[in-house]
Each structure stands twice: as structure tokens, then as C-alpha cells.
């Protein structure tokens, strides 16, 4: 794909492509099944009403192979016109994370689920992007005694994250009923290394009711977001290990140059067609591949690169020489 003009698949290679087609990657699975071997694989998509979607539904199969309750916790959004239940309604249903300030209308989660955070919590930590696990949540009024498979909650006063590769202690240590203070040798003692206090974000966003009329948004929900199901934003420069679930939904008025970033991050985040399933893999995709790179695209990748490039091809070709190989393909 990154060869200039255009260069076509010969039937074999697209034939291979196309064997990773959901219908035939899960011929023999029902959804139950299916959504039980992909449930740590990447999902992502270009359209944010996608990525909503599968954000849904991979927290609540999370919480069903786990066996837990999942919650729910509506965003509170402060208009600054009067609207009306429907158009209230209207806001909570935005799915496009860039428009709201990064912040969702309906939060979903659960002890033990893996999220990333999509603000900033605590810098130079917890920030943009990071991912951790759910450990606990404090809630701002007592659960019933009796919980639903899914249960709809208020506002939580936080939710606390463990994060990936992060050892420092933010919050106090709990010492056990024989300690006054924490004792470092007691095994009953209780210290939380890489535990962050995730709390409520406010922030502000514009929302578009009609062509004349524009409103301001005042929200409040957690910067929080299943890990694993991501814009299309989010997946550049990550490898999909074990697997991704990859959406080629696009809009139609959109440039060239989109449609071939689209499909060359969908298409480059694995490791092996074996750790990849595609949804709605059309002809159409076959043409952008063939198409090759926008020439505006090539041009910027030149000017940004260029130079770094061509001293990278120098530098391995050096290495070649100073380690006696007699052949060397340079990037």
C-alpha cells in the first residue's frame, strides 16, 4: 500500500485477505461463542457510532465471563438554553468522543474491567491513553441488596484504577486491626502501588441542535473507555496482540486520502492474517489498496521524513558492510 502509484493484488493475495471475513472466521461459532474468543482482541473503527457500539457490548460480555455486575452512570450535561427531554436525550447520545471533549454520555464499567483513560488524570501518570484495571469503585449512594445483571447507578464518587507499569503508592497504605500504622513485614497490612483516584471531569462542549442553532455544553462523567475498543485515532502505532475485529465502515463523503489511511492502519496493526478478522471487507477496499498513496499524503511523508530516511538506508547499508554481509535490503 505504501508503493507510489498504483500497484494491483493478484487474485491469490486478495483471496486471502478476504478469508478473514467475520462470515467465514466464525462459520462454525454462534455469537455467544464468538464474542467469547475475540473478548481480549481489539475492535476498532472509523465511525464513532460503531466504536460505541462495540464499547457496549465487549464491557457487558467482560462482565458475563466474569461474572459480574455491570454499571451503568449517565453523564450530567448542563446546557446553557433550555431543551427539552427529547433534545437532553439528543446530547447523551453523541458518540463522537472528539465533539464531547473527550468525555461520554453513558459511562459502563465494572471491577476488573481493563480501561484507557481519555483525559488526563493525574500528569505525568495517569494521562491520555494509559490503560489500567478497575479495582474498585466507590459509590456515591449504597447499592441495593439485590443487583440486576446490568444496573443503572448514580454518579460514583470515584473509581480507582490500577495502572500498567506504574509502582508509585498515591494513595495512604491501610493498616491491619494489630498496626497503628502500616507495617511494610505484615502480610495483613495493605499498601496500593499504581492506584489512582479517577474521579468525575467537568468539562465544556459545543453541540450542534440545527443549522442555525448552536449550544454550549457544561459535562460532567469519567474520562474512562474499554481498552480495547478504539477509534481509529487510537490504533496508530499499536500492535493488536492476540487479534483485532476490524470495521471497514467509512462515510462516503470523505477524501481519498482518508479512505487509504483508513483501511492502511485497519490493515497494518496485526501481525499475521490469522489475528485478523474484517468486517465488511468490500471490492471497494480491494480498489484503495490498488490506488496506492494520495500524492499529497507521499509529498508530506516526504517533507516530514524524507531526510531521516535516507540516512536510516545509509546506516544499514554501513552495518551491512561492517558486519560481512554480502546482501542487505535497506529499508
Not at 496493526?269 to 471490492?283: F, G, Q, Y
Request: include cysteine.
Amino acid at each position: 500500500m505504501r508503493t507510489k502509484g498504483s500497484a494491483k493484488l493478484t487474485d491469490s493475495e486478495w483471496l486471502a485477505l478476504c478469508k478473514t471475513k467475520l462470515e467465514d472466521r466464525t462459520e462454525d461459532l454462534t455469537s455467544a461463542e464468538f464474542l467469547e474468543k475475540t473478548n481480549d482482541w481489539y475492535h476498532t473503527c472509523y465511525l464513532w457510532n460503531i466504536v460505541n457500539l462495540i464499547a457496549f457490548v465487549r464491557v457487558r460480555t467482560a462482565a458475563k465471563l466474569a461474572a459480574k455486575t455491570m454499571f451503568y452512570s449517565q453523564a450530567v450535561n448542563l446546557p446553557d438554553k433550555p431543551l427539552s427531554p427529547e433534545q437532553l436525550k439528543e446530547l447523551l447520545g453523541v458518540a463522537n468522543l472528539s465533539t464531547t471533549s473527550k468525555l461520554q454520555g453513558v459511562n459502563l464499567f465494572l471491577v476488573g474491567q481493563r480501561i484507557r483513560l481519555t483525559k488526563q488524570v493525574l500528569a505525568p501518570w495517569a494521562v491520555q491513553d494509559a490503560t489500567g484495571t478497575i479495582v474498585h469503585i466507590n459509590f456515591a449512594e449504597p447499592l441495593p441488596e439485590t443487583l440486576a445483571a446490568e444496573c443503572v447507578v448514580h454518579m460514583p464518587k470515584a473509581i480507582y484504577v490500577k495502572f500498567d507499569s506504574l509502582e508509585l503508592e498515591f494513595l495512604p497504605p491501610r493498616p491491619c486491626n494489630q498496626h497503628l500504622v502500616f507495617h511494610a513485614g505484615c502480610n495483613d497490612c495493605i499498601s496500593f502501588p499504581g492506584v489512582v483516584q479517577v474521579t468525575p471531569q467537568t468539562d465544556v462542549w459545543t453541540y450542534k441542535l440545527s443549522d442555525s442553532l448552536s449550544i454550549r455544553v457544561k459535562r460532567t462523567s469519567f474520562p474512562i473507555w474499554p481498552e480495547k475498543a478504539c477509534s481509529l485515532y487510537t490504533m496508530q502505532g499499536t500492535t493488536t496482540t492476540p487479534g483485532m475485529v476490524a470495521h471497514f465502515d467509512m462515510p462516503r463523503m470523505t477524501p481519498p486520502d482518508l479512505h487509504f489511511l483508513t483501511v492502511y492502519v485497519l490493515l497494518s496493526r496485526v501481525r499475521r492474517p490469522s489475528e485478523l478478522i474484517t468486517v465488511n471487507l468490500t471490492d471497494k477496499v480491494r480498489t484503495i489498496i490498488e490506488s496506492g498513496p494520495p500524492g499529497e499524503l507521499l509529498e508530506t511523508f516526504e517533507t516530514l521524513f524524507g531526510e531521516r530516511a535516507t540516512a536510516t538506508r545509509q546506516e544499514a547499508e554501513e552495518a551491512c558492510k561492517q558486519l560481512g554481509w554480502t546482501k542487505c535490503q535497506a529499508p
